[in-house]
């Protein structure tokens, strides 16, 4: 590879990541999950390694991660599935109920403040804090709403966005 078509690829890799694909974050939701696809089922991985597996993957679109509560065994035996079709990604799809489940979606933003974290957005179905709005910005989907809440120096984590 001449260094000329290096560099035109080390152009187009970092068009990639800065441009038309945005960032990759999460959104977590405890408790609840969506119908999908899942194409990969791992036992015994941490959270933090169930969800990372699902970002080193290009075609996982969601991890759910779910355990079972043994107080007799020192070592949670944990579930994690892989997901390449996710409902999450429909919005008018509604989450359901699950216990000991954290339900990982993954998102693209354009934003390049997405923070150093396993997810950069904890959501809570049905609920909303009501006042306090320092932004108003209009957007035509979430995925513009969070990553304008993340550009916003002003907005101090907490977004809400209504269809
Ligand atoms: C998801 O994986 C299944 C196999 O488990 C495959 O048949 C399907 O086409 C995949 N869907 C997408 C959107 O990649
Ligand atoms: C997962 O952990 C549980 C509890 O420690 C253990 O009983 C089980 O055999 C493990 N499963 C695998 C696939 O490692």
């Given at each position: 590879?001449?260094r ?24 977590k ?118 990553a ?11 977004v809400?966005?209504?269809?």
């Amino acid at each position: 590879m001449t260094r000329h078509t290096l560099a035109i690829s080390l152009i187009l890799v970092l068009a990639n990541i800065y441009g038309s694909l945005g960032r990759i974050a999460f959104e977590k939701l405890t408790d609840f999950d969506y119908r999908g696809n899942t194409y990969y089922t791992v036992k015994n991985l941490s959270l933090y390694e169930c969800q990372g597996w699902c970002r080193e993957e290009p075609d996982c679109q969601a991890a759910a991660f779910s355990f079972v509560v043994n107080p007799l065994i020192p070592v949670q035996e944990t579930l994690c599935q892989l997901q390449n079709e996710t409902s999450a990604n429909n919005p008018s799809a509604v989450p359901q109920r699950s216990v000991n489940m954290y339900y990982m979606t993954k998102l693209q933003l354009r934003s390049e403040n997405v923070c150093l974290r396993p997810w950069a957005f904890e959501r809570v179905p049905n609920k909303m804090i009501r006042g306090l709005d320092n932004a108003l910005i209009y957007t035509s989907t979430k995925e513009a709403c969070l990553a304008a809440c993340l550009n916003e120096v002003s907005v101090f984590g907490r977004v809400h966005f209504t269809r």
